[in-house]
């Protein structure tokens, strides 16, 4: 059986344990890596794999959310089945991630052991989530519904991750088709409900929450 795997990461010496571990699946090749969110989605639209592993926060030119990165590759390759990796730590967000149908999540801080358990079980036809990832998912399912971070809309909760990792709201408009009042309504809105009085603030709730 051949079995093609395409692996991408901006970081050289993630990539290379990843190369390693697929490399020891019988029959498996890696078929290509990219370092950008850029050089992933230009092969997802030309190229062709069995298997797509990759990070969820990578640089990108058009600064694409991690979340918009997989419904893109979704509905382009619904049928590729996506290991996602992430150091992600916010439970809210690995759920939004387990949620778009990837077949695995494995939170880097399991080690490349997990990732290696991941392999195994998404090549044999099995979705697979990391101990970590596990744990932060039941967290989130435990989650009192009337926290704030659980009344954030998808884009309230898109836009301060956004903001949190240093676009302009502007640049958000921009870069989402939206006017400038409606994504600083949303800004506003989302810091509301969390009880953010300032940028400062919620610069460190998002780095505390694990958001960029």
Known sequence: MSLRIFIADDHPIVR???????S??????????????????????????DLLV???????????????????????RPKWPIIVLTMLTNSALLRAIHERGVAGVVVKSDGMGELATALQFVVAGDNYVSANAKRLLLK????????????????ESEVLR????????????A?????VKTIS??????????GLR???????????HGLC
Request: glycine residues 8%; charged residues 25%; negative net charge.
């Open 16 to 22: 290379s344990s990843i190369h390693m571990e697929a």
């Open 24 to 49: 020891r699946l019988d029959g498996a090749s890696v078929v290509g890596e990219a370092s950008t969110a850029d050089e992933l989605m230009n092969f997802v639209r030309e190229g062709s794999c």
């Open 54 to 76: 990759t990070d969820f926060n990578m640089p990108s030119q058009s600064e694409e959310d991690g979340l918009a990165m997989i419904d893109a590759i979704r509905r382009l």
């Open 140 to 155: 989130s399912s435990r989650r009192d519904v009337g926290s704030p971070g659980a009344l954030l809309t998808d884009r």
């Open 162 to 173: 956004l903001f949190a990792s240093g676009r302009t709201v502007s640049e958000i408009a």
């Open 175 to 179: 870069l989402r088709g939206r006017s």
């Open 185 to 194: 309504h949303q800004k506003i809105s989302a810091m509301n409900k969390l």
């Open 198 to 208: 300032n940028d400062p603030e919620l610069y460190t709730y998002a780095h505390e």
